[in-house]
Each structure stands twice: as structure tokens, then as C-alpha cells.
């Protein structure tokens, strides 16, 4: 268990439609990530979050967004959502500094109908 | 840009036997290099990191890796396999700016462990 967790474990939606993803990293951890994985793009970066303000930015559709709360938790929005959407999304969180390790959590598997 | 790049999809290897996934890696300036291992329906999980100093690098499981810089390689090794370390590995380098720990993965190499 890497203590990052992730809800919900699945989620079935229709196209056009609008989902939340939710992450609580560990403990003291600042730094929160999000990637997608799929078959055929692999695991991409999304996006990072640090202490609240938004850090690096990666081919992240306009359709998604994120933001991480003063609690640290963070939330990725998806929004009209597309088949190509559907998609293993992990959040990871690390502490601040220099090569510090990404711990990841059991992913949201998301199937867009 | 920098880039990650995992040759084979797929590693089979008797189990008993010494095992390599290769990783080879581009990069600007110092390189930042992790391995992951991800089992059927679960998260990503560490298993080593090189960042800097000696360039054999211990990990979770029994699994190693060595960094070489002339080779620009990372390649993860075990002595030993085991049915257990079938998996999906994947190797990842972090990110050009340095306010930033964003991780580029490689494709993912399957190792499969056969009895």
C-alpha cells in the first residue's frame, strides 16, 4: 500500500458527460500527479500540483481540468467526455525536492459508452 | 526532449535464471531515473531509483539496476527470477525543468517468468 488513495476504483459513463476523480496523497506530501494510461498513448503526465498552485502542465486536453484543495487532496475533472477518454488514471504524490520518489495510487478506471 | 525508451515489449526468462529489462534514456543534464513495476489491476510501484553516486543501484524485491552514462542505459536486473515478477516494468526519467518532478515513462516492458 503506497498510501496514496484514489476514488472511485471504477466509473462507466456516457459520452458527453462530466466525471470527478478524487486523490488524498500521503501523508506530508506537497506534490500531486496526475497520468493517464491507455493502450495506445502509454502513461502520460497530466498535470502536477504543488501546495495548492498548479506546477507543470503536460498534454492535458482542455476538456480536463484539476485543482488541489488546502487539505491537499486533489481533484481531476473530466469533462464531455469521449470514448478515446476511457483510460487507467493514476494520481501519484511525492515530497517537495530534487528526486524525490512518486508514489502512485490504484488508479480509477474510467469507461466512457 | 528528453525521452525514455524500453526495446523489448516483451522479456521471458525460466525462472531460476538472471534477468534484464533494458532501458535506454535521452536526456539534458543530469538524469533522474526510476523503475516501476506495475502488477494486473494495480498501481505503479517503486522499485529503485538512480539520481547520483554509485552506479549500481539496489532496490525493492532483489531487483538492481545500472547506470551507465557512456551507454546512456539503466537497465534493471535480478539474479534470480521468480514466478512472482511477472509483470509489467516500466522505466521513467524525470522532466527537463527542475521545478518540476513530472515523470516520462517509457512504453513498458512485460517480463514473464515461466516455471
Not at chain 2, 531487483?63 to 546512456?72: L, V
Amino acid at each position: 500500500d503506497s498510501g496514496v488513495t484514489q476514488t472511485p476504483k471504477h466509473l462507466i459513463t456516457a459520452t458527453g458527460q462530466r466525471v470527478t476523480l478524487r486523490c488524498s496523497p500521503r501523508s506530508g506530501d506537497l506534490s500531486v500527479y496526475w497520468y493517464q494510461q491507455s493502450l495506445d498513448q502509454g502513461l502520460q503526465f497530466l498535470i502536477q500540483y504543488y501546495n495548492g498552485e498548479e506546477r507543470a502542465k503536460g498534454n492535458i486536453l482542455e476538456r480536463f481540468s484539476a485543482q488541489q484543495f488546502p487539505d491537499l487532496h486533489s481533484e481531476l475533472n473530466l469533462s464531455s467526455l469521449e470514448l478515446g477518454d476511457s483510460a487507467l488514471y493514476f494520481c501519484a504524490s511525492s515530497a517537495q525536492g530534487v528526486g524525490e520518489t512518486q508514489y502512485f495510487g490504484p488508479g480509477t478506471r474510467l469507461l466512457v459508452l | 526532449a528528453q525521452s525514455v525508451a524500453q526495446p523489448e515489449d516483451q522479456v521471458n526468462v525460466a525462472e531460476g535464471n538472471p534477468l534484464t529489462v533494458k532501458c535506454t534514456y535521452s536526456v539534458s543534464g543530469n538524469p533522474y531515473l526510476f523503475w516501476y513495476v506495475q502488477y494486473p489491476n494495480r498501481g505503479l510501484q517503486f522499485l529503485l531509483k538512480y539520481i547520483t553516486g554509485d552506479n549500481l543501484v539496489k532496490g525493492s524485491y532483489g531487483f538492481e539496476a545500472e547506470f551507465n552514462k557512456s551507454q546512456t542505459s539503466f537497465h534493471l536486473k535480478k539474479p534470480s527470477a521468480l514466478v512472482s515478477d511477472s509483470a509489467l516494468y516500466f522505466c521513467a526519467v524525470r522532466g527537463p525543468s527542475s521545478n518540476t518532478g513530472k515523470l516520462i515513462f517509457g512504453q513498458g516492458t512485460t517480463l514473464q517468468v515461466k516455471p
